[in-house]
C-alpha cells in the first residue's frame, strides 16, 4: 500500500494552461507538504497544512493555491502556467508539525511547461 | 540565504570507499536534524535523524551526530556499497521551518 501518493506523476502542458496535483496520505497524519524540487535538485517548501489550515506559505506566486478537503489530502491547484514552473513536485505528510517528525514523501509529480 | 549548507558533488567513491558528506546548518533554539536520500526516478526518504545535542542517528551503516558547538551533522559511512548511489539532503527542523540542503549526488561504482 502506498503510504503517500500523487497523481499524475507526470505532467505535460502549455504555457498559459491551468493544472491541478493531487496528493493522498493513508498514514493518519495530521500535517502535509508541497516542496518543488528544480533541475539542480534544490528542494523548497512551498506550503504546509496542519489538519486543513494553513501553516506555512512561503514565498510562492498567487497562482499556486493549495486546497485542503480533509487531513488526508492536500491537492495543489496552479494557474497560468509558466516555463519556470517545470519542476518536480513532491507531496510529502508527517504525524504532526513538530520539529522532530519524519516527514514521509510521495513519489513527485514530474510538470513539464512548454 | 539557507540554513543548511552541505558538501556539493558530485561525489564518486569506489565499493567499500569510506564516505562523509559535509553538511552545518544555522538555527535559533534547538532544531532537529535529519539526512533523507532520494534514488532515482523517487521521493526523498528519511535515512536517518537525531533530536538533540550529541545525538547519533544511523541507519543502514550510515551514521550522524549532532554537534551543537560546531552546529554539524556531517553524514558517514564506513563502507560504501553501489546500491547507496543515489542524493542525500540534509535537514533540519525548527518551529515550523524546514530548510533543506542543496543535495549531494554520490555515485559507487564497483
Known amino acids: 500500500d502506498t503510504a503517500v501518493s500523487q497523481t499524475p506523476k507526470y505532467l505535460v502542458t502549455q504555457m498559459g494552461n491551468d493544472k491541478s496535483i493531487k496528493c493522498e496520505q493513508n498514514l493518519g497524519h495530521d500535517t502535509m507538504y508541497w516542496y518543488k524540487q528544480d533541475s539542480k535538485k534544490f528542494l523548497k517548501i512551498m506550503f504546509s497544512?496542519?489538519?486543513?489550515?494553513?501553516?506555512i506559505n512561503e514565498t510562492v506566486p498567487n497562482r499556486f493555491s493549495p486546497k485542503s478537503p480533509d487531513k488526508a489530502h492536500l491537492n495543489l491547484h496552479i494557474n497560468s502556467l509558466e516555463l519556470g514552473d517545470s519542476a518536480v513536485y513532491f507531496c510529502?505528510?508527517?504525524?504532526?508539525?513538530?520539529?522532530?517528525?519524519?516527514?514521509?514523501f510521495g513519489p513527485g509529480t514530474r510538470l513539464l511547461v512548454l | 540565504g539557507n540554513s543548511v549548507t552541505q558538501m556539493e558533488g558530485p561525489v564518486t567513491l569506489s565499493e567499500e570507499a569510506f564516505l562523509t558528506i559535509n553538511c552545518t546548518y544555522t538555527a535559533t533554539g534547538y532544531p532537529s536534524l535529519f539526512w533523507y536520500v532520494q534514488y532515482p526516478g523517487e521521493g526523498l526518504q528519511l535515512l536517518l535523524k537525531a533530536t538533540k545535542a550529541d545525538d547519533k542517528g544511523s541507519n543502514k551503516g550510515f551514521e550522524a551526530t549532532y554537534r551543537k558547538e560546531t552546529t554539524s551533522f556531517h553524514l558517514e559511512k564506513g563502507s560504501v556499497q553501489v546500491s547507496d548511489s543515489a542524493v542525500y539532503f540534509c535537514a533540519r527542523h525548527n518551529n515550523n521551518d524546514m530548510r533543506f540542503g542543496a543535495g549531494t549526488r554520490l555515485t559507487v561504482k564497483p
Open positions: 510529502a505528510s508527517s504525524q504532526s508539525e513538530g520539529r522532530a517528525e519524519t516527514q514521509y
Open positions: 497544512y496542519n489538519n486543513k489550515e494553513l501553516i
